[in-house]
């Protein structure tokens, strides 16, 4: 028979105070309710957050478990300031704002929630600071490491599908390689550890190494982007929105989740008494969430290379991030629900900082089921140290009194005691406010100091060179195999990789800035060049903005329709950059002859180019021309 004000916890089978959930390991004494879940699970209250459901898409408690309800309300306030500065600097079209918002947003308020919750007292500084050097320095690494060779993979012929190795390279194992180097830092800093392990300790170590590499490895992608001015008129506002999209709210939180989860994991340790207790379920459920985990980041490079829309590319973003948030509160909460807890000491009272209950200090609250160590190490000193003091037996019907919680269980009555500090959303508005205008303010200058002005033409002396270009005769010519068309194409030893298939001729460029030119042939069924141009474009390219048309086209010396058109393209691993696309069609005998580039966008000027004014922007069409009219169709007489 239990003694008085305590009962026998069916599961456990331990005697603990008589309140709504077991002291000892979480679950509900009361009657199992429908939502409840299995007693291992107990997913009608989320163990940092009983108020919550553990189904229930609450991103405070997911990412800052370890926040009292005041404080969730502080940093949700503060995750909104976030998401309206990006909002702010995406609209004015300000990339450098953009840039600092979206790569140091995040992790800015990650610091303020290790200031709220403890951990630069709780843990050690030097582990902190390794873990946060390490993110940078792998992040900064990695970026530079891969950004070219992912640069060069965006001049994809025109009409091709997506060739296996790029999926293989830049969908896959890029990312793979990103999550892998974004958990080295929790892997050193957890074989270096020494003392204490918990959980959440764990959390924090591995989301602060993911959020600084990510921080890091964006900001070293995006750095070209501080050259295009301190205001960029010529991007496309929807093109803008998915960045910030991607960059600032996708990528941040999909690293947190994964490096959090990892960290959680790792740090995690069952006590002696439940070491075979539901040890299938619980196994077999972390590694089902670590599964997963690893997926979503896979299919983060999948959704870059698949010529997705870009507005469907950050849905797709965000339903993997939305994902990935859920398997870290699950996993969260399974941590907390099933490892090594405190002793419990039924007869002392302690303030739950949760529900502000008076309760026995207990592993679990015995009123509202949350983990005493969802909160800091020291804020348990603190309570500990300084106990809630009976003022009253009972206390009056009806009477209110400002400081005073009611008792719970075996401690009724009345009882003061002291509540924790809060930090304001004042101080957490002014910290962030601050810190990001000061960088952004930087990063804006240093911006307008590297922007360079349009090139200005003054002829003389810049009025062109003559064309200098060996004969295209001598070139190897093109036959197709059908025999409807033939073309001159870049001899062997040029400084070309040439490629040939029955319809055309793709000749990617190995020198200088790249690029992929292609020659080839299309059936017109009915339909004229300018239809034909802008198919193909929107076919490889859905979300290009035509510069310009160019004027008075002709493929091999038949009139036609040719555009220019631009593309900067998105993804959580791609690198910014600013592609340039030409396309030139002609239509004969319901054939169509087309002539296309893609490469790095580069302005031509005095120094650059031909030396004449060009609005082609692009390295590979100082050669392209004298391909474009060597086509002739069947029939045409020899030339």
């Given at each position: 028979?239990?003694?008085?004000?305590?009962?026998?916890?069916?599961?456990?089978?331990?005697?603990?105070?008589?309140?709504?959930?077991?002291?000892?390991?979480?679950?509900?004494?009361?009657?199992?309710?429908?939502?409840?879940?299995?007693?291992?699970?107990?997913?009608?209250?989320?163990?940092?957050?009983?108020?919550?459901?553990?189904?229930?898409?609450?991103?405070?408690?997911?990412?800052?478990?370890?926040?009292?309800?005041?404080?969730?309300?502080?940093?949700?306030?503060?995750?909104?300031l976030?998401?309206?500065?990006?909002?702010?600097?995406?609209?004015?079209?300000?990339?450098?704002?953009?840039?600092?918002?979206?790569?140091?947003?995040?992790?800015?308020?990650?610091?303020?929630?290790?200031r709220?919750?403890?951990?630069?007292?709780?843990?050690?500084?030097?582990?902190?600071?390794?873990?946060?050097?390490?993110?940078?320095?792998l992040?900064?690494?990695?970026?530079?490491?891969?950004?070219?060779?992912?640069?060069?993979?965006?001049?994809?012929?025109?009409?091709?599908?997506i060739?296996?190795?790029?999926?293989?390279?830049?969908?896959?194992?890029?990312?793979?390689?990103?999550?892998?180097?974004?958990?080295?830092p929790?892997?050193?800093?957890?074989?270096?550890?020494?003392?204490?392990?918990?959980?959440?300790?764990?959390?924090?170590?591995?989301?602060?190494?993911?959020l600084?590499?990510?921080?890091?490895?964006?900001?070293?992608?995006?750095?070209?982007?501080?050259?295009?001015g301190?205001?960029?008129?010529?991007?496309?506002?929807?093109?803008?929105?998915?960045?910030?999209?991607?960059?600032?709210?996708?990528?941040?939180?999909?690293?947190?989740?994964?490096?959090?989860l990892?960290?959680?994991?790792?740090?995690?340790?069952?006590?002696?008494?439940?070491?075979?207790?539901?040890?299938?379920?619980?196994?077999?459920?972390?590694?089902?969430?670590?599964?997963?985990?690893?997926?979503?980041?896979?299919?983060?490079?999948v959704?870059?290379?698949?010529?997705?829309?870009?507005?469907?590319?950050?849905?797709?973003?965000?339903t993997?991030?939305?994902?990935?948030?859920?398997?870290?509160?699950?996993?969260?909460?399974?941590?907390?629900?099933?490892?090594?807890?405190?002793d419990?000491?039924?007869?002392?009272?302690?303030l739950?900082?949760?529900?502000?209950?008076?309760?026995?200090?207990?592993?679990?609250?015995?009123?509202?089921?949350?983990?005493?160590?969802?909160?800091?190490?020291?804020?348990?000193?603190?309570r500990?140290?300084e106990?809630?003091?009976?003022?009253?037996?009972?206390?009056?019907?009806?009477?209110?009194?400002?400081?005073?919680?009611?008792?719970?269980?075996?401690?009724?009555?009345?009882?003061?005691?002291?509540?924790?500090?809060?930090?304001?959303?004042?101080?957490?508005?002014?910290?962030?406010?601050?810190?990001?205008?000061?960088?952004?303010?930087?990063?804006?200058?240093?911006?307008?100091?590297?922007?360079?002005?349009?090139p200005?033409?003054?002829?003389?002396?810049?009025?062109?060179?003559?064309?200098?270009?060996?004969?295209?005769?001598?070139?190897?010519?093109?036959?197709?195999?059908?025999?409807?068309?033939?073309?001159?194409?870049?001899?062997?030893?040029?400084?070309?990789?040439?490629?040939?298939?029955?319809?055309?001729?793709?000749?990617?460029?190995?020198?200088?800035?790249?690029?992929?030119?292609?020659?080839?042939?299309?059936?017109?069924?009915?339909?004229?060049a300018?239809?034909?141009?802008?198919?193909?474009?929107?076919?490889?390219?859905?979300?290009?903005?035509?510069?310009?048309?160019?004027?008075?086209?002709?493929?091999?010396?038949?009139?036609?329709?040719?555009?220019?058109?631009?593309?900067?393209?998105?993804?959580?691993?791609?690198?910014?950059?600013?592609?340039?696309?030409?396309?030139?069609?002609?239509?004969?005998?319901?054939?169509?002859?087309?002539?296309?580039?893609?490469?790095?966008?580069?302005?031509?000027?005095?120094?650059?180019?031909?030396?004449?004014?060009?609005?082609?922007?692009?390295?590979?069409?100082?050669?392209?021309?004298?391909?474009v009219?060597?086509?002739?169709?069947?029939?045409?007489p020899?030339?």
């Amino acid at each position: 028979m239990s003694a008085p004000g305590m009962t026998e916890c069916p599961i456990c089978q331990t005697d603990v105070p008589a309140g709504e959930y077991c002291g000892q390991c979480g679950v509900p004494l009361a009657e199992h309710r429908s939502g409840d879940g299995p007693h291992w699970l107990r997913a009608r209250a989320f163990s940092a957050a009983p108020g919550q459901r553990l189904l229930s898409p609450a991103l405070t408690s997911s990412l800052f478990p370890r926040l009292n309800p005041r404080a969730r309300k502080v940093f949700l306030m503060g995750l909104g300031l976030l998401a309206a500065a990006l909002v702010a600097a995406t609209l004015l079209r300000m990339p450098a704002a953009l840039i600092t918002v979206a790569s140091l947003g995040l992790p800015l308020l990650f610091v303020l929630y290790l200031r709220e919750s403890d951990a630069f007292r709780d843990l050690p500084r030097r582990e902190l600071a390794l873990t946060a050097a390490l993110g940078v320095v792998l992040g900064v690494g990695w970026a530079l490491l891969t950004g070219a060779a992912v640069a060069r993979s965006y001049g994809v012929p025109l009409g091709a599908g997506i060739a296996a190795e790029r999926i293989l390279r830049d969908g896959i194992a890029v990312p793979l390689g990103s999550m892998l180097l974004m958990l080295v830092p929790a892997l050193v800093t957890r074989w270096s550890w020494r003392g204490e392990r918990e959980a959440l300790d764990g959390y924090v170590i591995g989301a602060l190494g993911a959020l600084t590499f990510t921080a890091a490895a964006n900001l070293a992608r995006l750095a070209p982007q501080f050259t295009t001015g301190m205001i960029n008129r010529v991007r496309p506002l929807d093109g803008l929105l998915v960045e910030a999209g991607v960059r600032g709210v996708a990528m941040p939180l999909t690293a947190a989740a994964v490096g959090g989860l990892i960290g959680t994991a790792l740090w995690f340790t069952r006590p002696p008494t439940k070491v075979h207790q539901h040890r299938v379920f619980v196994r077999a459920i972390l590694v089902v969430i670590a599964v997963v985990v690893v997926a979503i980041y896979a299919l983060l490079g999948v959704v870059d290379v698949a010529r997705l829309p870009q507005l469907v590319q950050l849905a797709l973003h965000l339903t993997l991030t939305g994902i990935a948030l859920f398997a870290l509160r699950v996993g969260l909460h399974l941590a907390l629900l099933h490892e090594v807890q405190d002793d419990m000491h039924a007869d002392e009272p302690i303030l739950c900082v949760e529900c502000n209950h008076v309760v026995p200090d207990a592993p679990f609250c015995a009123m509202c089921g949350a983990a005493m160590r969802a909160c800091s190490r020291r804020s348990l000193r603190d309570r500990r140290a300084e106990r809630p003091v009976r003022l009253a037996d009972d206390a009056r019907a009806g009477e209110v009194t400002v400081g005073l919680l009611p008792g719970y269980s075996i401690h009724s009555g009345t009882f003061e005691a002291n509540r924790p500090p809060t930090t304001s959303f004042r101080t957490v508005a002014l910290a962030l406010g601050v810190t990001i205008a000061v960088l952004a303010v930087g990063l804006v200058g240093v911006s307008g100091l590297l922007s360079e002005p349009p090139p200005r033409y003054v002829c003389p002396p810049d009025c062109g060179d003559p064309p200098m270009n060996r004969a295209v005769e001598i070139n190897p010519r093109f036959t197709a195999a059908d025999g409807v068309f033939s073309v001159s194409y870049p001899a062997a030893g040029a400084a070309y990789e040439v490629t040939t298939t029955d319809d055309g001729v793709t000749a990617v460029l190995q020198a200088g800035d790249g690029g992929t030119m292609q020659l080839f042939s299309r059936p017109a069924q009915g339909r004229s060049a300018e239809e034909i141009a802008v198919e193909l474009v929107n076919e490889t390219f859905p979300d290009t903005k035509t510069a310009y048309e160019i004027p008075n086209t002709m493929v091999g010396y038949q009139p036609g329709y040719g555009l220019a058109a631009d593309l900067w393209p998105q993804g959580a691993m791609s690198s910014s950059s600013r592609m340039r696309i030409i396309v030139m069609v002609a239509v004969k005998n319901d054939v169509a002859l087309i002539a296309g580039a893609v490469g790095p966008y580069r302005a031509f000027g005095p120094d650059f180019g031909s030396g004449k004014p060009s609005a082609a922007s692009l390295q590979l069409a100082l050669d392209m021309g004298k391909y474009v009219n060597s086509f002739s169709w069947r029939g045409d007489p020899p030339r």
